[in-house]
């Protein structure tokens, strides 16, 4: 189990690439009590939520394209776009290069438990995900 104050210092860091790279601004943090944490990122395009039940024991990257400014429908598949989908078609895209290129980049980030490993391999996903998200032959 993770708290929150650590879940969110560990999405800043490990996620701080969105904005810096891609226009991101964190818009939200929702917290349920210790059970479920979510931060989200918005810009004109996409809202990307990263989630994590505590209780279950699960995180969830999810990237939302806005439609008019809006969220779409959750079970709008062409809209709602989960990151282990996304990363099974950018792995096949990138290059070993950008793959090490972007481990080099992650490479000063560490994680001092399960949870905080498993936030820095989705990011890791993620950045690769949105270098490459025009490519992508999105559902």
Same mark, same amino acid.
């Given at each position: #189990? ?62 939302? #394209? ?24 950018? #792995? ?48």
């Amino acid at each position: #189990m993770i708290e929150i104050q650590e879940y969110i210092e560990a999405v800043k860091l490990f996620y701080s690439f969105l904005e810096a790279e891609f226009g991101f601004s964190k818009v939200n943090e929702t917290i349920n009590g210790n059970a479920f944490y979510d931060v989200e990122f918005k810009n004109k395009e996409r809202i990307i939520s990263i989630s994590y039940e505590n209780i279950e024991d699960h995180l969830e990257v999810i990237i939302f #394209m806005l439609q008019n400014g809006k969220l779409p429908d959750y079970d709008d598949k062409t809209k709602t776009l989960h990151l282990q989908q996304l990363n099974r078609q950018v #792995m096949a895209k990138a290059s070993r290069e950008e793959i090490i290129l972007n481990a080099e980049y992650f490479a000063k980030c560490k994680a001092k438990n399960e949870i905080e490993r498993e936030l820095l391999k989705e990011a890791r996903e993620l950045r690769l995900c949105l270098k490459h998200f025009n490519e992508l032959q999105l559902l």
